[in-house]
């Protein structure tokens, strides 16, 4: 059982690039959400989604994308990065029962330059 | 809106001696509310939750949590703090049965 899992550990890109995080949960999860946090800010929500099909804008979604074609993944996609993205950003998921408990991927640390 | 605020950024605690973190929180109905743990290069871990119910709740790894209502806290206690405890700690509270809104952390490191 992985739980949740993220590619790529590291990424380096240059201002204007693209590139798609994925997240990947094998517990059959409805919820799935994307976090990005910077030093001293915490976490902050990009998008999340209820279920397969259904996504939503979370505290800071500008400069990102999202989609959910399956329940299992949850692919972050940002267009035209800006030094601003640069961030540590995780994927989460979370069952519909009554626990509320997120389930957090290991991360991702994006450098934007 | 709803917001936590966890006022210590950096806490430093001798091995062995007690901790209390503090969290307080701004939500206008019954909060659900977390204490997760962060390990440097790690992604985040439940250390407990509290919906509803005894307002002192227990956690992994020896922690504990009392909720107060009046003070709107949930501030997370050890009795003796471990070496290992060394990490960042977040406080957060669900928004709905949706969403979790979380607080900026509290860095604990511990001196021998």
């Known amino acids: 059982n992985a739980g949740v899992t993220q590619t790529p550990k590291f990424r380096i890109l240059k201002i204007g690039q693209s590139m798609t995080l994925q997240c990947t949960q094998d517990m059959n999860h409805n919820y799935m959400y994307w976090y990005r946090q910077d030093p001293g800010m915490g976490l902050k929500l990009i998008y999340y989604?209820?279920?397969?099909?259904?996504?939503d804008k979370g505290e800071v979604p500008n400069g990102y994308n999202v989609s959910r074609s399956t329940t299992e993944d949850f692919p972050l996609r940002l267009e035209l990065a800006a030094p601003s993205q640069t961030s540590v950003y995780f994927c989460?998921?979370?069952?519909?029962?009554?626990?509320?408990?997120?389930?957090f991927g290991p991360g991702t640390r994006l450098t934007v330059t | 809106a709803q917001s936590v605020t966890q006022p210590d950024i950096h806490i430093t605690v001798s091995e062995g001696a007690s901790l209390e973190l503090r969290c307080n929180y701004s939500y206008g109905a019954t909060p659900y509310l977390f204490w997760y743990v962060q390990s440097p290069g790690q992604g985040l871990q439940l250390l407990l939750k509290?919906?509803?119910?005894?307002?002192l709740v227990q956690g992994i790894k020896g922690f504990e949590a009392e909720f107060k209502r009046s003070q709107s806290s949930f501030n997370l206690r050890k009795p003796s703090v471990h070496w290992s405890d060394a990490a960042e700690y977040f406080c957060?509270?669900?928004?709905?049965?949706?969403?979790?809104?979380f607080g900026t952390g509290t860095r604990l490191t511990i001196i021998p």
């Open positions: 989604s209820v279920g397969a099909g259904i996504t």
């Open positions: 989460a998921s979370r069952g519909g029962d009554s626990s509320y408990e997120q389930y």
């Open positions: 509290y919906f509803s119910g005894d307002t």
């Open positions: 957060a509270v669900g928004i709905g049965n949706e969403k979790l809104t």
